[in-house]
């Protein structure tokens, strides 16, 4: 290759000399559409993404509920957490609330795919609503796990976030005191108990595989002889998110990753690229995405967690199209064919 010195340009660009056939005008041409042209991007998507079948099942209960009662139909809190799914069951005549007490007797109400305390359920059927539960499968399998633990006489920790939607339902699946949060290997240091042969652990269902097994190993290395669930609580999706993640996020300068804020599993998922290396912003859509950010960037993760519709998947890579020249490529680490059924009520 020769490197021409910036007088040499000059010259040329002045004086009109040929080259390879072309004038100086059509290279000039030349190099506008070149400048014109748009950078190349190699996009690596992470499959599986987006909903997982407890998300897939809590939206279909909302509209079934719809169809067959017709609107309005109530739903406690975000049926899953995504503002697109949210506002689309709106338009269709969902209403969301955070309390009971703002559900008129005789209209439906659905509870979230997150799970609820026991107290939820107690008082829709001491003020004779209708109710159906969208509280996802994976999730109401935990909150049975620690009723046997409970019934024999163990003392829980629930290992998850506080405040968490999941975490308030599965605490409330119990009387107070009975179960004891755990967030960090610090708490799993630090709790105490005169009857170290009698505990057992749950976890939520949406952690990070990696952060859960460092606080399980301070437990277990503490108290060898705590009960473990009978399967793994972190569920299917989760786990297949994040492995997905992970075996993009070592190829990519920056991955998004599609999903709400309050989204236990996406946050999760920016941490999971993070620690591969990668930068991660975690966005809602594609008008959220910092185009700054992408600057020198050759390679582009996308994934999506289990509450973000694949519209939005596809919504993201368009706009990046409309910038780049996208290589795009789907890297698929396992498929799913999970799928839950819907509750009776709904189907008969
Ligand atoms: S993320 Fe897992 S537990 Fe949560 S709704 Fe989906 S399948 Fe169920």
Redesign the pocket.
């Known amino acids: 290759m020769v490197f021409l010195s910036h007088s040499v340009v000059y010259k040329r660009l002045v004086t009109g000399i040929v080259e390879n056939g072309c004038t100086l005008d059509k290279i000039a041409i030349q190099d506008e559409s070149r400048m014109n042209k748009k950078e190349s991007l190699k996009v690596l998507v992470a499959g599986p993404r987006g909903f997982?079948?407890?998300?897939d099942r809590?939206i279909q209960i909302v509209e079934t509920a719809l169809d067959k009662f017709g609107a309005p139909v109530y739903v406690r809190h975000e049926i899953v957490h995504n503002r697109y799914v949210v506002e689309g069951l709106q338009q269709r005549g969902a209403i969301f609330v955070d309390e009971l007490d703002e559900v008129p007797g005789d209209a439906p109400v659905v509870f979230s795919?997150h799970g609820v305390p026991k107290s939820v359920p107690n008082e829709a059927k001491r003020r004779n609503l209708m109710f159906v539960d969208a509280t996802?499968p994976?999730?109401s399998k935990v909150h049975r796990e620690a009723e046997r633990h409970f019934a024999a006489g163990y003392h829980i920790l629930l290992i998850g976030h506080a405040g968490h939607p999941e975490v308030i339902g599965s605490m409330g699946q119990l009387p107070n005191g009975a179960m004891t949060l755990i967030e960090t290997v610090d708490d799993a240091k630090d709790f105490e108990t005169n009857r170290p042969d009698k505990i057992a652990y749950i976890t939520q269902?949406?952690l990070s595989v990696d952060d859960t097994a460092d606080i399980i190993d301070v437990l277990m290395r503490r108290f060898p002889s705590i009960t473990p669930p009978r399967k793994e609580d972190i569920?299917?999706?989760?786990t297949n998110r994040q492995e997905a993640t992970k075996a993009i996020a070592g190829q990519c300068d920056h991955v998004l990753v599609i999903g709400a804020p309050n989204s236990s599993?996406s946050r999760r998922l920016v941490e999971v690229a993070q620690r591969c290396g990668a930068q991660s912003t975690l966005i809602q859509r594609a008008t959220d995405i910092d185009w700054s950010a992408l600057a020198g960037v050759s390679t582009l993760g996308i994934t999506a967690g289990?509450s973000a519709p694949e519209i939005l998947v596809k919504e993201v890579v368009e706009a990046l199209r409309q910038r780049y020249e996208v290589l795009l490529e789907e890297v698929i680490t396992r498929t799913e064919d999970v799928s839950f059924k819907l509750p009776s009520m709904l189907t008969e």
């Open positions: 997982c079948a407890g998300v809590a795919a996802c994976l999730v269902t949406t569920c299917y999706a989760t599993n289990a």
